[in-house]
């Protein structure tokens, strides 16, 4: 007892010491709490809890008391070997069973990120792909060891690297349903600004595992440290050695069949998440982004793209394509996405305590109305955003968003094809321009202005932090009603932010209720949409009156991220596991077009976000593209389709896999269209994808 309370004066004798200490204790006292707070989750039902529970949740106070022991065993009694000559610290020199230390950590993190993110399938994982996962833990750490040139540096880089990625991808799967995907990274702005509807969940192995890593943290931070490269020269070869590795390790990762030929890997693009519970959450990350590119469709020509535009005007030129539309053109276009916004009824077993969609279901003069096939569901709003607009499909560009990936230059869309008209033009949504890069976006998009949160005023309504739909739409009516002439053709596309998902929070009164099923975080999500169809009461009544002929476009973008229970409670099992018609239901979001004047009404019609745009311009009677007439064209033999699969002209649900060889022909052919008028600049198309004078 003498020699630890001499020790410890030592040590604490300085600033420096007692700071040390402190840091240490507050460290500690951190994990402790971190662990037993969350003890009832390790748990589980006490008594009722497995044998193997009560194992884990002992071995984890057992390693964090060793763990406490070793590092102030550490701190108070073992002195730093000094170097004779010198008097500097002596670092010690990697020897080659230090790679065992090396292997240990990278098997130790594979468990900690599968733990937390796969751990019911975890044990299904062939062992092969588990190996995988630790070698390439392994590749990581030595790279920082090359770089560092420092055993602990190294190490405890790679280990806080390894839990951040856990957690990230926990709480990305949390948020929004659907795994930690690299074009993630560049929508991280988005993310932190919708952070605070959503609640941060702890579990058993979140728990486990965190504690666990600090411990081992802690203890990497009281290793010796060890070099392999003493020299200037050797650590400066080190480090280009590293370099030339990298580059050498991306050049195969991107080009070599790595994963689908030599390890048999399917990967699914857009159900990533099946991928990274079969090879692993980190193998199947990197498994998903070596696909993130834009290549071109198979046969992909600008000679091949001619060829196409040219046998279509030859045999369409003359001729209607689709119904006429109205003979008043509207004066203001207004398109709103709604977020989030579903319509359960579509389901047999859904039922409320009372109606949620009151008005939207009253909606039947000069009214067509229906649903829209959607590429995404629980998130990924910008890319149902940019089908519309443009009239391209995201199902050629899964986990992209083209926004964020490929725009670089002016596009063509339902901006320039009204501007060409007379039409002037402005984008709306309330929350920061720099969201999925929209600032960028609407300006290649050709938007004459663009209505942000910081146009909003600060008093404005809002829900659970975020701007009303009410209020939204009275943004909407000051813009139209602040014209200098009343005349003065007008297109507004809006987006709005009420119902984005974090439903799970306890900060907003639940008044629907669903029946037969009780889920809070649901309930929550049913309740904002009555306010939402209350909100588009408002504009429409504003509207039905209104000196100007206008038209309301509205959609969903995708259906909001729910608890699988809740899909499984609707159809009886997961969704993937559906019938096609019966799995296409939680793809496909309500729509309306409606007109304060005279037109024809339709109900029950089926569309997808990529022709929706141009069913509106033909409704409206404006001019049209002739990639518009192309489209009206297409519809003839598919009236909609997104990534799972298409319906036909006579309203059958088909999977892509049983797909009839025309349809996939015609839909590589809408591909190459699609890609010249994305991705090409100086051979682009462009007279395909503008209005020309003998556009009717």
Not at 469 to 498: C, G, H, W
Request: charged content about 25%; hydrophobic content about 40%.
């Amino acid at each position: 007892m003498t020699e630890f309370k001499l020790a410890l004066k030592e040590k604490t004798g300085s600033i420096k010491g007692k700071i040390h200490l402190i840091v240490w204790l507050v460290y500690w006292a951190a994990t402790a709490i971190l662990f037993f707070s969350n003890s009832g989750l390790v748990i589980g039902k006490g008594e009722d809890s497995p044998f193997w529970v009560w194992i884990l949740y002992f071995g984890v106070i057992a390693f964090m008391a060793l763990s406490v022991i070793y590092c102030f065993r550490k701190w108070l009694f073992e002195k730093a070997k000094t170097d004779e000559k010198t008097g500097k610290k002596k670092i010690g020199k990697f020897k080659a069973y230090h790679l065992i230390v090396f292997a240990a950590l990278s098997t130790f993190s594979f468990f900690v990120v599968e733990l937390i993110n796969n751990s019911e399938k975890l044990a299904q994982m062939y062992w092969l792909y588990a190996l995988m996962n630790i070698l390439g833990g392994f590749i990581m750490i030595m790279i920082l060891m090359a770089w560092f040139n420092s055993l602990r540096r190294a190490s405890l880089t790679f280990m806080i690297l390894a839990v951040c990625f856990a957690i990230v991808h926990y709480c990305v799967y949390l948020f929004k349903g659907e795994p930690f995907q690299l074009i993630d990274i560049f929508s991280i702005g988005t993310a932190m600004d919708v952070a605070g509807g959503y609640t941060f969940e702890f579990t058993r192995w979140v728990t486990v595992m965190v504690t666990a890593s600090l411990c081992v943290i802690a203890i990497i931070l009281h290793w010796d440290d060890k070099r392999w490269a003493f020299s200037i020269k050797s650590r400066i070869l080190s480090r280009v050695g590293v370099f030339v590795f990298m580059i050498a390790g991306y050049y195969m990762y991107l080009n070599l069949s790595w994963n689908s030929a030599m390890l048999g890997i399917t990967t699914d693009l857009w159900a990533p998440r099946e991928t990274y519970e079969e090879v692993g959450t980190n193998m199947g990350f990197f498994c998903v982004a070596k696909f993130m590119r834009n290549d071109p469709p198979e046969g992909y020509s600008v000679a091949e793209v001619e060829k196409i535009e040219e046998e279509f005007k030859a045999e369409y030129d003359g001729k209607d394509l689709g119904e006429a539309g109205s003979s008043t053109k509207p004066v203001n276009i207004i398109a709103i996405m709604n977020e989030a916004w579903a319509d359960y009824s579509v389901f047999d077993k859904f039922a409320t305590n009372e109606e949620y969609m009151p008005f939207y279901n009253s909606m039947t003069e000069n009214t067509i109305k229906g649903h829209t096939l959607v590429c995404i569901s629980g998130g990924g709003t910008a890319k149902t955003e940019y089908e519309f607009l443009t009239g391209n499909s995201v199902k050629q560009y899964p986990g992209l968003v083209p926004y964020v990936s490929f725009y670089t230059h002016d596009q063509y869309s339902l901006v320039t094809t009204l501007e060409a008209q007379g039409y002037e033009s402005a984008a709306m949504h309330p929350n920061k321009a720099t969201n999925w890069k929209r600032d960028r976006a609407y300006e290649l998009l050709n938007f004459d202005k663009f209505y942000s949160i910081d146009d909003f005023d600060p008093s404005a309504e809002k829900f659970r932090g975020m701007i009303s739909d009410r209020a939204n739409y009275e943004k909407i009516i000051e813009v139209i009603e602040e014209k200098e002439d009343p005349s003065q053709q007008f297109f507004l596309f809006d987006i709005t932010m009420q119902n984005h998902g974090g439903y799970s929070s306890d900060n907003y009164p639940i008044s629907i209720e669903a029946e037969g099923y009780t889920d809070d975080a649901w309930n929550r999500y049913l309740s904002l949409v009555k306010e939402s169809d209350e909100a588009l009461q408002y504009l429409i009544e504003y509207f039905e009156d209104y000196d100007e002929p206008t038209m309301i476009v509205m959609f969903g973008d995708h259906f909001p991220s729910q608890d699988s229970g809740v899909e499984e409670y609707l159809s009886g099992d997961k969704r993937d596991n559906l019938e096609v018609e019966e799995m296409q239901k939680y793809y496909q979001t309500p729509f309306f077009i409606w007109t304060n004047y005279d037109m024809e009404s339709e109900s029950d019609v089926i569309t997808s976000t990529n022709l929706l745009g141009t069913l509106m311009l033909e409704k409206a009677g404006v001019k049209m593209t002739d990639f518009n007439r192309y489209q009206l064209a297409f519809m003839d033999e598919v009236k909609a389709y997104n990534h799972k699969g298409y319906v036909t002209a006579d309203g059958k649900y088909v999977l892509w896999a049983d797909a009839d060889e025309d349809v996939k022909k015609k839909l590589l052919e809408y591909e190459y269209l699609q890609y010249n008028a994305l991705v090409e600049y100086s051979k682009r198309t462009d007279s395909f994808f503008t209005i020309q004078e003998d556009n009717e």
